[in-house]
């Protein structure tokens, strides 16, 4: 099927972002403020709590999360299974609400964006890898690269052409064509850490990125993100319960039964 054609759906993603602003009580400055000068952190949570119910019964995932991530940081979130990682990254990255607390990114608190002012702020400022790809298998390579771009309204020959830049800076440049179940689980991943830069997010959220993938493959990814975060400067923020990947990141947080341990800031 042809690129830039008329496979694409319109879709209406590019309005400005919305004035959703605060003050912080140290500098005095709106953080909206502070993301367009780029003094306040990228990240910022405020005892993020999130409680699922099960009919009657309460599941409590995170309790009084509260960190800050500064621009161009690589962070990674250390736990076991069912510790709470993937759904802190869910709710950093817009794609949960917290029951408790608040998450501010570039200057906005999340909770106070409508439906569809989150969606076009995500879009924009967040790339998402996540452990099962979630690739369309309709698309080849370079069509799910390009989805982001296109849900943005960017230009169908920009969106192609910054997808073909990716896809040959992640070795796929002779497999653009190709559709996910003609990919293996590595080159799966390159894909999805392409689409994830489409855009040029401030923010990578990379939930388990090796979790499928033998130990070689899963170095190679984990030195990928890493190079990719140091080129172009972007926050990455990756979930693990591997040391061996968090221990590649400068500044690791270990979250216990929802909650992070004292002392690892």
């Known amino acids: 099927m042809p690129h830039g054609s008329n ?3 319109h879709c209406d993603m590019s309005e400005a972002d919305p004035e959703v602003t605060a003050r912080n009580p140290e500098t ?10 780029g003094l306040g952190p990228l990240v910022s949570t405020r005892n993020v709590g999130k409680t699922y119910w099960i009919g ?11 960190f800050e991530v500064s621009r161009g ?3 990674a979130v250390r736990g076991a299974s069912g510790a709470g990682k993937s759904t802190l990254l869910h709710c950093l990255g817009g794609l949960d609400t917290p029951t408790a607390g608040e998450v501010w990114l570039d200057g906005k608190n999340l909770a106070a964006l409508s439906g569809l002012e989150l969606s076009r702020f995500r879009n924009r400022k967040v790339g998402f890898v ?16 390009c989805l982001p771009a296109r849900m943005a ?3 169908a020959g920009l969106a192609e052409a910054r997808g073909r830049e990716l896809l040959k800076r992640v070795g796929l440049g002779e497999r653009m064509d190709h559709r996910p179940n003609e990919l293996s689980g590595g080159e799966q991943q390159r894909v999805a850490i392409a689409r994830a830069l489409i855009n040029h997010p401030d923010l990578i959220l990379a939930d388990e990125p090796t979790g499928n993938l033998d130990s070689h493959t899963g170095e190679e ?9 140091a080129e172009r400067q972007t926050t990455l923020i ?3 319960h591997g040391a061996q990947v968090a221990e590649r990141a400068p500044r690791i947080i270990e979250l216990v039964d929802g909650q992070m341990m004292e002392g690892t800031e």
């Open 7 to 9: 496979l694409w759906p």
């Open 28 to 37: 005095g400055a709106t953080r909206d403020t502070e993301a367009r000068t």
């Open 56 to 66: 009657k019964r309460s599941l409590e995932v995170l309790r009084n999360v509260d």
């Open 73 to 75: 940081e690589f962070l």
């Open 130 to 145: 996540f452990q099962a790809y979630h690739l369309l298998p309709e698309l080849d390579a370079l069509e799910n690269v």
């Open 153 to 155: 309204r960017i230009d």
């Open 221 to 229: 990814i984990i030195q990928l993100l890493c190079a990719l975060r």
């Open 238 to 240: 990756i979930a693990t």
